[in-house]
């Protein structure tokens, strides 16, 4: 290999966002840069000498299934970028932050969808990337399960869904070596648990109730190709 050999990398990620009415700020920050971001990814990898050969994203975004019934959850499948831009983009401006009730959301469901995504398994170098954004602690999972609209082959409790992220050891949904969960969230219930607990989890420390403001566009393409 010579010395301009680039790794080529089959990438997805899922977005999962916390859609409720403190997290306006951070959403407008995604909206305003969706068009761009498969070209800044990409511009980002180029530097460290990787190239990305597929990239995919998905987009969850979640609020709370007993305060917002069928609003509580929205999931798409993978956008193909930069194919599927124009569609991507529309999706994420359709995006608006309201309700969620209570303190806490339904976070764990949100994630509990995104591990369970039809990922790309093709490829020598692939990630399997989810992002999560909430200023929120998280509902235990099963809280809302009274609402018409649960799902119904949702993770029981805290170890089931611990059990489909999977370790070196047990096999879960993802690729043990290709996955990836980028957390900014605040250190409460049940963020801090998935960090203390779980494999291959990058925490960036949110303060609570301040709908991420301290988070800034680079910040997320930085964590996102520090992560492939």
């Known amino acids: 290999m010579g010395s301009n050999y680039k790794m080529k990398y089959n990438v997805d990620i ?13 959403i407008d920050i995604v909206k305003k840069n969706a068009l761009n971001l498969h070209k800044d990814i990409e511009t980002m990898m180029g530097q460290k000498g990787k190239i990305i050969q597929d990239l995919r994203i998905k987009v969850i975004t979640f609020r709370d299934y007993l305060a917002d019934g069928e609003n509580a959850m929205l999931k798409t499948d993978f956008f193909n970028l ?40 093709e490829g020598l170098k692939k990630r399997q990337l989810i992002v999560v954004w909430s200023d929120a602690p998280a509902h235990e999972l099963g809280f809302g399960k009274s609402a018409e609209n649960y799902p119904k082959k949702m993770a029981k409790d805290f170890n089931e869904l611990t059990q489909w992220w999977g370790d070196k050891d047990n096999t879960g949904y993802m690729d043990y ?24 989890v990058i925490h960036y420390m949110s303060e609570a109730g301040k709908g991420l403001e301290e988070v800034n566009y680079k910040q997320i393409i930085d964590a996102i190709a520090y992560s492939i």
């Open 177 to 200: 070596n290709s996955k990836r969960l980028i957390l900014f969230t605040p250190d409460l219930p049940w963020w801090n648990e998935i960090r203390n607990s779980w494999d291959n």
């Open 14 to 26: 899922v977005f999962v966002i916390d859609a409720t009415g403190s997290m306006g700020d951070l």
């Open 82 to 121: 930069p194919e599927d831009t124009e569609i991507f983009n529309e999706t994420i401006n359709s995006i608006t932050a309201f309700g969620g009730g209570d303190d806490p959301e339904d976070g764990l469901e949100a994630l509990a969808y995104a591990i369970r995504s039809k990922w790309n398994t």
